[in-house]
Nanobody, 110 residues
């Protein structure tokens, strides 16, 4: 079972990125999908969740800027990140059913 993340990179403050996480080998639709991040020198923190019923919740620091979505047919979850700030710089991970992606780097810098 493998999760494959994509879409990271370098962006200037105020910019946007869209992360995707594909889960081709997972029975996707009954499970909640999670996004986490680990900033340099900090512990991993939860960022967002989307449930099987498409309910969403966000860490307070990203609420209003990040949007999580899912496509059960394609077995993909996405994290749309807007108005990115330097403090959003981190390795971002998706997770589902105890399986973690390899992580993808997001750098926000001018």
């Amino acid at each position: 079972v493998q999760l494959v993340e994509s879409g990271g990179g370098l962006v200037q403050p105020g910019g946007s990125l869209r992360l995707s996480c594909a889960a081709p080998g997972i029975n996707f639709s009954p499970l909640a999908m999670y996004w986490y991040r680990r900033a340099p020198g900090k512990e991993r923190e939860w960022v967002a969740v989307i449930t099987r019923d498409f309910d969403t919740d966000y860490h307070g620091s990203v609420k209003g800027r990040f949007t999580v979505s899912r496509d059960n047919g394609k077995k993909v979850t996405s994290l749309e990140m807007n108005n990115l700030q330097p403090e959003d710089t981190a390795i971002y991970f998706c997770a589902v059913g105890g399986t973690w992606g390899q992580g993808i780097q997001v750098n926000v810098s001018s």
